[in-house]
């Protein structure tokens, strides 16, 4: 006979008040609105949200951000192969290339991923002028 502890009610809904915004992602993913999703989750619901993905057919990856938090990337298989080049990386030391690449594939504002980019170009090349020195 199998003993099976049963999972408090309040830990079930906690669950699904945590992952509220993870589940809308999902709905978002199946209905064609963005390719790719990325959102920052607790750490220890790294389990049902793989199973959930698993389950839905839904490529994706996870990268640590701390003991408590991981980023969840999921969407079309090409753009998930795409961030598995850079995801060794924390999202705060990506080159201003792979954070634009990323920025356009989570669909954001292609002007302002635009001026983004220049920005972070100016910053390097005023830091590279400034060790030069």
Known sequence: MVNMNPIPISSVRQQAADLKVFHHHIYEYKKGIRSLILTTEKSIYRKPIENRLNHEKIDYAIQDVDKNKINVF????????????????????????????????????????????????????????????
């Open 74 to 133: 999921f969407g079309a298989k090409k753009c998930i192969e795409v961030v598995k080049t850079f995801i060794h990386k924390k999202l705060s030391e990506l080159s201003p290339e792979q954070d634009f690449i990323l920025g356009t594939l989570l669909g954001y504002n292609k002007e302002a991923q635009c001026d983004r980019y220049l920005n972070q170009i100016k910053k390097l090349s005023s830091n590279k002028k400034k060790a030069a020195k």
